[in-house]
């Protein structure tokens, strides 16, 4: 039997909830803790803010105000339609933890001494995290098999943030190529072992959007696939150098508006 | 309904929160305080070179036409002598109480004279230079090692920003420019701090070679 906990960045996201219901259902696998960081902070806000400026506003439309409905005019592969086929059917971490009667709790920050005690006391083998910032060393050691991160890019190569379209800026589209990588957490920013990885085949016409939306499809897939070759003792994480990769920052509006240009060009030489 | 107003309302809200600043903005900015240190007798002759060297640049961006009464020169020369930059030896720009003045056009002239065995050592250096700025963004740089003038501390930022704009024309590295957008940006809206003359021109510099850049690599 394979322990996990769920760490979550709101309580009703929806790659937490997948993940949540088909870990719920995957035998010998036991869920003994949900962690879900409050929304409403301040101290959040700022840093959020800070980093990413006006951009924020739009996740805050995402996440709170359409919430799943963001999917409903997409056709290619998406959260969305993955819940539909799914029928996933609760719309909380709170809800589904009340159901079946899993240790749950909000926190201000996952690092913070409440978060650790629960995982203590749960001791899991795994945490299965799905956002909700940076982990500290005191998190991290918790779990005898470690904390797993699904990335939205191609690891080594592409750490940190707008992995995504740093890969299109590059013109590395077709020999990177776009996809998530599931790993073991460090406190180095996606420098730890590498479990599994998959890339997606964008089709000309898609926008960073479509990308990152099919591959959130991608990274629920990754988490449920690494999960169970773990608990079947099938998986060997590689480890990186810190020369294997390079880590990238959040981008630029003018060199975002150059890397969507790169991307359709890309696109549409390589269809 | 009321999700749709809101939505609207959010998409205005993040419209006026954009500070993201436009090549025409930064033209213009750039071009008017240009004309203003450009008038006969406005600033101190002793700051000649430097605004050559701004001239050079903008010349190279087509945004004025051939200079008349300075001679232009091919590259900026290196202006200081660097033996006593032993602190680089530790291998890091960041001494107990913050940054080393002059590492950027140190770093600068180290990135433009690498050979292949301190490539490895420049590499790191501006690694983490780069990642200071992008982790503590506005926050960055503003702790010196040494005692540091007001003057000084704005001519050490403009002299990183100029780093990371050349080093990314060097690298075809679009990391170092993508931080020197963001650094400028910041900086813009706190120009009126940079009182002296020299600083101004220093940033401007900093914008041109940022524009030049971006001229270069954000091309496809």
Redesign the interface.
């Known amino acids: 039997m394979l322990k996990v906990a769920l760490l979550a960045p709101i309580h009703n996201s929806l790659y937490a909830r997948l993940t949540l219901d088909a870990l719920a259902r995957m035998e010998d696998v036991e869920v003994s803790a949900i962690v879900v960081r409050n929304h409403l902070n301040w101290q959040r806000f700022k840093s959020e803010f ?2 990413d ?3 924020l ?2 996740k ?2 995402q996440k709170y ?2 919430g799943d409905r963001r999917f409903s005019a997409s056709n290619h592969d998406n959260l969305g339609k993955l819940a539909q086929e799914r029928q996933l059917s609760f719309n909380s971490l709170k809800e589904f933890a009340r159901q079946k009667e899993i240790a749950y709790r909000v926190v201000g920050d996952l690092n913070e001494p409440r978060c650790e005690a629960l995982l203590r006391e749960t001791a899991p083998d795994a945490v299965v995290f799905t956002g909700g910032g940076l982990l500290r060393g005191n998190i991290l050691k918790i779990p005898k098999i470690g904390v797993l991160n699904c990335h939205t890019g191609i690891l080594p190569q592409y750490r940190g943030m707008d992995v995504v379209e ?1 890969t299109a ?2 013109g590395k589209a077709a020999t990177v190529g776009f996809g998530a990588t599931l790993h073991l957490m460090d406190t180095g920013v996606d420098s730890g072992p590498i479990l599994l990885r998959k890339t997606i085949n964008p089709q000309p016409g898609e926008d960073f959007n479509i990308i990152r939306e099919r591959l959130e499809v991608v990274m629920v897939e990754l988490m449920l696939a690494g999960i169970r070759k773990l608990r079947d003792g099938e998986l060997q994480p590689q480890p990186q150098t810190a020369a294997d990769g ?10 975002k ?2 890397a969507a ?2 991307l359709e ?1 890309q696109l549409n030489t390589h269809k | 309904m009321f999700r749709n107003l809101l939505g609207e309302a959010l998409e205005r809200l993040a419209a006026r929160l954009d500070r993201s600043v436009k090549e025409d903005e930064i033209r213009a900015y750039v071009m008017e305080r240009y004309a203003r240190l450009n008038r006969p007798g406005a600033v101190d002759a002793s700051l000649d070179r430097e605004i050559t060297e701004l001239e050079n640049r903008l010349m190279q961006l087509n945004w004025i036409g051939q200079t008349a009464n300075r001679t232009i020169s091919e590259q900026p020369q290196n202006r200081h002598d660097w033996q006593g930059y032993n602190w680089l030896a530790e291998g890091n720009c960041f001494g107990k109480n913050g940054l080393e003045p002059g590492c950027g056009q140190f770093l600068d002239w180290m990135d433009e004279n690498a050979d292949t065995g301190s490539r490895r050592e420049t590499d790191e250096l501006l690694e983490k230079l780069m990642r200071q700025v992008e982790v503590k963004r506005e926050k960055a740089l503003r702790k010196f090692a040494r005692e540091t003038s007001t003057e000084q501390q704005w001519m050490e930022r403009c002299d990183i920003s100029i780093l990371f704009s050349r080093s990314a024309r060097r690298r075809k590295d679009l990391r170092f420019l993508n931080t020197a957008l963001k650094m400028n940006e910041w900086y813009l809206r706190e120009a009126r701090k940079m009182r002296t003359d020299h600083c101004a021109v220093r940033f401007l510099t900093a914008l041109a070679e940022q524009e030049i850049s971006a001229r270069e690599l954000l091309i496809c």
Request: aromatic content about 14%; overall charge positive.
């Open positions: 800070a980093r400026g006006a951009r506003i739009g805050i439309r105000l359409l740093w800026a590059e390079r880590q990238y920052y959040v981008m630029h509006p003018r060199v508006q150059f240009r790169m060009l």
